[in-house]
């Protein structure tokens, strides 16, 4: 492995600028990229060419990147870990010792560290470990390149930081080094000074927490730590410490008391003193290091922090906030006075509608409020109480308004709602609740989608703080049944409210109560009102009500049987509305009153099993009918409500009608087959008559209209030219078991892989026998976008002997041919007309008409077959002209629901010259693939 590594010179390198493509090629999929290759190959090359002096450097640093991205990928055991820092520590001492070298040099100490935490090698007896801690502190410690004009400083920067990176993975190894830290911190007059410090930070916070662990500790042994400058600790590497999780103080290790701490606290104070020279992300670091060290020293008060309150409460800065509430939650009244919070309690109210501030950080400043230990005691269960400092006159300026943005009105009203809770103010409700109402207006008026979201979530919050108030609850009540009443589509976000207010409010009656006044709505409308778009909502909703055993079924029942007998919906036979009836009725079976409305619901079920027109329906309604007639109300629930989770011996007991009956409990069961037995295979179009697309007259032409915009008109009517329909032989997937060799009632289903068709309709087939002919079935496809793309397809069929079976079908591939179209114009228009449209087209779709449109050219060799058996194989269906000499053609392919692809096709001499315009710069690529692919083909079958 070794030689491997360090490179094998009989092999050929691979070549240094093909490792932009290859690095790239790796950070976007390590797995995808190591398919063809191996981790050993890969870091072998790797650090071949690293070697390399022929490679630049900025592509040696681009070569790093996966080292220190996926080190775990490239070195995935200790000893190539080991192997891998030996190597990049040899490139990094050949490298040349010069500003420009600066940066490839920052970037192998960073690898080397990566690799070294990653691969758990940071050992006492690791030569490579040792040398290269050895050498990072040596570069921290050089300071001589102030006669360069700073140039090195970058390098020095990074050895601290991979130094801090090594001190925090294994906890003590730097608390033999505090006084020289400590020094080269003093002396730095640089901006590398705020990296010296967080260095020294680290080192102190986790010397702090080594000595707190020790059996004994002697007065001195802090005055001790403080001062030495030694070697390093290598015995922190044998068993890395945990630092706890400062949460309260009865968790935190602590010092014995009778510590002599006077040379820490000076050191503290002092950095705390120049904490406000730092930068605040660097500040926030700091003071959370001396937040802990404070915090497991007890001789040592955190008044010591008290001189930088007023500066940390006055900040924007998110980062010294995090020090704050930090400090806050550690050290509660010792530090904080009960003035200290009410003035930090208010500064967050301000901050939270700071109108320089982004929406995330007005966000946290009120979750901060929120959960403000001081103003939501924790209770003896764990729970918050409501707001004890926050009241509704603080909380006032954070009054939700309509021209909040969603998160901001939700955060507020929350907030608001409990301040107003706790003050039982009935005037603050009326106002909340005239702010819902403002956001129902919004609504109403046909408001976005994310308004109406942010109604039902404030509508939620409302109701979970107000639920006692009948006034404005029964108020709301009303308000939501009108807004249904208006906006039918809203039906997912009242069934979703119901059952979120439900969940959260276990005795409340509200839920069902919304749920009555939504039944009356619905079962009172008259006929004329319920059109086929809005049926399904109001089904979806009573099928929910079906579920609430304090609402009466039997206005549901009745609606429902009015609805089939007064109207078409059965002899249509539409399965959506036929399954959506079914499933309320199916709730019903479920329902503890179900004897109230026995009778009515039999008739429902007894008269869709002899009217419905669809096959489905009608085995569904007579299997409920079935099930309602002969099963006791326990063994009907048992049936409907089968779990995943019982015994089988349990599901063969309550899915079958009669005891011990498992021949029909089988029967009731969709079997999965083990191999799919079923395929689609694509028809061709041979045999389709070519029509005659000979050279027209004059008299043809028809000058005096505009064929453009009568062609155009056509597509007022949405649905005109907007479907493809393939044609397929269903037939048997090769040698199949004799079981599946009469299968019946086939209902082949389809899912898309992305969005770019509306959802394909399932389909059909009576019966299929082994030994006859295919049955032919047509898949009808309506583009949104006329992309390739793949189908998945399955199918349920049932076999002679009555069982039901699944079955998976090969994916199945659309292609861009498999959608062009001819061009759709009246039948009746003549040979010169379709010529004057394409040339109509053809100037309509150019670049300067139009931004989307796009024009390419093509050339291909015709070889021995002659141009015009290459358009005639390919394009006779959508040949709008042609021309005998000099030879050339012109193509209209049309793309549903309206995109064009035109195409003037000329032989120059050995060569034929495609000129291709469109309308859709996207269908590009795959014109031109399409015409390398036939062209290709064509080329190939003359050989």
């Not at 691969?119 to 007896?125: A, M």
């Not at 007022?716 to 044609?727: D, G, M, Q, T």
């Not at 064009?900 to 096709?905: E, G, R």
Request: charged share 20%.
């Amino acid at each position: 492995m070794i030689a491997s590594l360090q490179g094998d010179s009989a092999m050929a390198a691979p070549n240094p600028e093909g490792w932009p493509q290859r690095v790239a090629a790796f950070s976007c999929s390590p797995s995808h990229f190591l398919s063809s290759t191996t981790p050993e190959d890969f870091l072998s090359d790797l650090l071949q060419d690293l070697k390399d002096d022929k490679v630049s450097e900025s592509t040696k640093v681009l070569m790093l990147g996966p080292l220190q991205e996926h080190p775990t990928i490239l070195c995935p055991s200790p000893q190539v870990g080991e192997q891998t820092a030996v190597a990049l520590l040899g490139i990094f001492s050949r490298t040349a010792h010069t500003p420009k070298s600066v940066n490839l040099k920052c970037h192998l100490m960073l690898s080397i560290t990566t690799v070294l935490i990653s691969t758990s090698f940071v050992k006492q007896g690791v030569k490579v470990a040792e040398g290269f801690l050895d050498l990072l502190f040596q570069t921290a410690q050089d300071t001589n390149d102030q006669k360069h004009g700073g140039m090195f400083r970058p390098l020095r920067a990074i050895a601290c930081d991979c130094l801090r990176e090594m001190e925090t993975c294994c906890p003590g190894l730097l608390s033999h080094k505090l006084e020289a830290l400590y020094s080269l911190k003093q002396q730095e007059m640089t901006p590398l000074h705020q990296a010296y410090t967080l260095l020294y930070g680290v080192a102190l916070r986790n010397a702090v927490h080594c000595l707190t662990l020790q059996k004994e500790v002697m007065d001195g042994d802090l005055k001790k730590l403080l001062a030495s400058n030694e070697g390093f600790a290598w015995k922190a590497t044998e068993k890395p410490l945990e630092l706890v999780q400062l949460t309260t103080m009865s968790q935190i290790p602590v010092l014995p008391s009778n510590v002599e701490t006077k040379e820490l606290k000076s050191v503290v104070s002092l950095l705390l003193e120049e904490c406000y020279l730092l930068t605040p992300v660097t500040q926030a670091a700091l003071l959370r290091e001396l937040t802990q060290v404070v915090s497991m020293v007890q001789s040592l008060s955190p008044a010591i922090f008290k001189s930088q309150l007023l500066r940390l409460f006055g900040t924007v800065e998110i980062s010294l906030l995090h020090s704050t509430l930090q400090m806050k939650g550690t050290f509660t009244d010792s530090l904080f006075t009960a003035e200290d919070e009410n003035f930090l309690l208010k500064r967050l109210v301000g901050m939270a509608q700071h109108p320089l501030l982004s929406t995330p950080q007005k966000l946290f400043y009120i979750e901060c409020i929120l959960h403000f230990p001081e103003n939501r005691p924790i209770s003896s269960n764990g729970e918050e109480s409501l707001p004890v400092l926050v009241t509704p006159r603080m909380a006032a300026s954070l009054f939700p308004t309509v021209f909040n943005d969603s998160s901001t009105m939700l955060s507020r009203l929350n907030i608001l709602s409990l301040a107003y809770l706790e003050a039982d103010e009935e005037e603050g409700i009326g106002y909340i609740f005239d702010h819902l109402m403002a956001l129902h207006k919004i609504v109403d008026h046909h408001g976005t989608r994310e308004m109406t979201t942010t109604f039902f979530r404030a509508v939620y919050i409302f109701m979970q703080n107000f639920y006692l108030n009948e006034k404005y609850t029964r108020d709301l009540i009303e308000s939501l049944s009108e807004l249904y009443r208006s906006h039918y589509t809203l039906a997912p976000n009242l069934i979703n409210l119901v059952d979120s207010t439900q969940k959260l409010l276990e005795d409340s009656s509200w839920p069902t109560d919304l749920l009555k006044a939504l039944q009356m709505l619905i079962v009172e409308l008259p006929l004329q009102q319920l059109v086929h778009q809005s049926l399904q909502w109001h089904l979806k909703v009573l099928g929910r009500v079906a579920k609430e055993e304090q609402a009466s079924q039997r206005s549901t029942v009745r609606f429902l049987l009015n609805l089939l007998i007064n109207s078409s919906l059965c002899g249509l036979g539409d399965w959506r509305i036929g399954n959506a009836v079914l499933s309320v009725c199916r709730n019903l079976l479920q329902h503890p009153n179900l004897d109230q409305v026995f009778i009515e619901l039999a008739d429902l079920l007894q008269f869709m099993m002899h009217s419905f027109e669809d096959v489905d329906i009608q085995d569904h309604a007579r299997f409920y009918y079935t099930l309602l007639t002969n099963l006791s109300k326990e063994k009907l629930s048992g049936v409907l409500n089968m779990g995943t989770g019982e015994s089988q011996a349990k599901i063969r007991s309550l899915s079958s009608i009669m005891a011990e009956s498992e021949e029909l409990s089988s029967s009731l069961t969709v079997h999965r087959t083990r191999q799919p037995v079923l395929k689609l295979v694509k028809l061709s179009e041979d045999g389709i008559s070519k029509p005659d697309h000979s050279s027209s007259g004059p008299e043809d032409s028809t000058p005096d209209v505009d064929l453009l915009k009568v062609y155009q008109n056509q597509f007022l009517n949405p649905e005109f030219a907007s479907v493809v329909i393939l044609k397929y032989h269903l037939t048997f997937a090769g040698e199949v078991d004799a079981l599946y060799h009469k299968l019946f009632c086939i209902c082949l289903h389809f899912e898309q892989t992305d969005s770019n068709y509306e959802r394909v309709s399932d389909v059909s087939v009576p019966c299929l026998i082994y030994d006859r002919k295919p049955c032919v079935v047509s898949l009808t496809l309506k583009p949104w976008r006329p992309y390739p793309t793949v189908l998945h397809a399955s199918a349920i069929f049932t076999t002679e002997d009555g069982l039901s079976w699944h079955t998976q079908l090969d994916p199945i591939p659309i292609g861009f041919p498999d959608l062009f179209l001819p061009l759709p114009v009246p039948v009746h228009w003549s040979q010169g007309s379709r010529e004057q449209l394409f040339h109509q087209l053809w100037k309509s779709l150019c670049p300067e008409e139009s931004s989307q449109s796009a024009t390419s050219l093509f050339c291909f060799e015709v070889g021995e077959r002659s141009l015009r058996e290459v358009i005639e194989s390919s394009f006779h269906k959508y040949l709008v002209s042609k021309q005998l000499n000099p030879e050339s053609y012109k193509v209209l392919l049309f793309l549903p629901p309206q995109f064009y692809v035109l195409l003037k096709i000329k032989n120059s001499e050995d060569a034929a010259i495609v000129s291709i315009i469109t309308d859709n710069w996207k269908l590009l690529p795959f014109i031109n693939s399409y015409i390398k692919c036939i062209t290709d083909y064509s080329a190939d079958r003359t050989q």
